[in-house]
């Protein structure tokens, strides 16, 4: 039996630079992963069968497993879910050309919100990538299984590389990046549900009309990606967060004012800068003290804003 940790992420910038000719946008973001997990736990059966299962415990938080794969906010646990996905393909690949009889029983604990701009699915994925190759002994390296893992998911190469990185391409072109200074980041998941496709395609509508009449997103500039990759170079964290910036903030705040709330909240709460990450709904703030954090959770909770909170650092 082997247990695996799936760590959430967060955007410290997120640019979209231009499409492939199959449809996929381009990105530049900064990725960082933070201290908040899933776990997994794999045990080997001996017959030729999957289970996904949720832990008793997410059962008790309410993520509906017997609701439909397409519903946000529930977890599917049939062939539509991300884990099963890469369990079946790390069998028929591997594993099953020596044990033709190979199963796996995969135990899912829900920590990171779902269906909230914190790549949940993708990390779990990357999770079950290096629990199978674990338990059934494959010896596989990260990139094998980074280069296996990216027309699954785009995050989810990422999500096996882990710490901070410069993410390029559809997100599978990756540069690891130093370790952010000491800090601690607030995460605020309010209670509403964006769905990444939602996002990138609100996002193509809004730059035709800002193409179309300028005046319609005055306010709207792609992040200092590279600006924001030479700070975390020198151990700037004020230099970081200056430059935060997501382009699909503009999309998801406009129909959920909220995000905007929780941001000038945190603000004023003493964090350094604050932002939305992905496509949202969360919302993360970075401290340079975790006692302020702590006091902002706090209010945030009181006003009855986000129905998920962390304190947090990032790993």
């Not at 017997?66 to 884990?83: C, I, M, R, T």
């Not at 935060?244 to 909220?258: C, D, I, R």
């Amino acid at each position: 039996m082997i247990t695996k940790k799936a760590y959430a992420k967060v955007n410290l910038s997120l640019d979209i630079v231009g499409f492939r000719e199959d449809g996929y946008h381009l990105v530049r973001m900064v990725m960082q992963s933070l201290d908040i997990y899933d776990e997994l736990v794999f045990e080997r059966l001996d017959e030729p069968k999957i289970e996904v299962l949720l832990s008793e415990d997410t059962k008790d938080k309410g993520a509906a497993s017997s609701a439909p794969a397409d519903k946000l906010g529930a977890v599917p646990l049939d062939e539509s879910n991300l884990v099963y996905k890469v369990a079946k393909l790390m069998l028929e690949k591997y594993v099953r050309r020596r044990d033709p009889k190979a199963g796996v029983r995969i135990i899912l604990t829900k920590n990171i919100p779902i269906a909230a701009g914190m790549a949940g699915g993708s990390s779990d994925a990357a999770a079950t990538f290096k629990g199978m190759n674990e338990l059934f002994e494959l010896g596989l390296m990260d990139k094998e299984m980074m280069e296996m893992a990216t027309p699954l998911g785009a995050d989810i190469p990422y999500c096996i590389m882990g710490g901070t990185a410069l993410s390029e391409g559809i997100g599978e072109v990756l540069t690891k990046l130093p370790e952010l200074p000491k800090c601690t980041f607030l995460v605020a998941k309010p209670p509403i549900s964006v769905s990444t496709g939602e996002a990138y395609g609100g996002y193509d509508k809004m730059i035709e009309a800002y193409e179309t009449s300028p005046g319609s997103y005055s306010d709207f500039k792609h992040p200092d990606v590279d600006g924001q990759v030479d700070a975390i170079y020198a151990g700037s964290l004020k230099g970081v967060t200056d430059l935060f910036g997501n382009v699909l903030e503009y999309v998801t705040s406009k129909n959920h004012p909220e995000i905007k709330e929780l941001e000038q909240i945190m603000i004023e709460g003493g964090a350094i800068n604050s932002m939305m990450s992905g496509s949202g709904p969360t919302v993360f703030g970075i401290f340079d003290d975790t006692e302020k954090a702590e006091a902002v959770r706090k209010t945030i909770e009181e006003k009855g804003l986000a129905n998920q909170l962390f304190v947090t650092v990032p790993v």
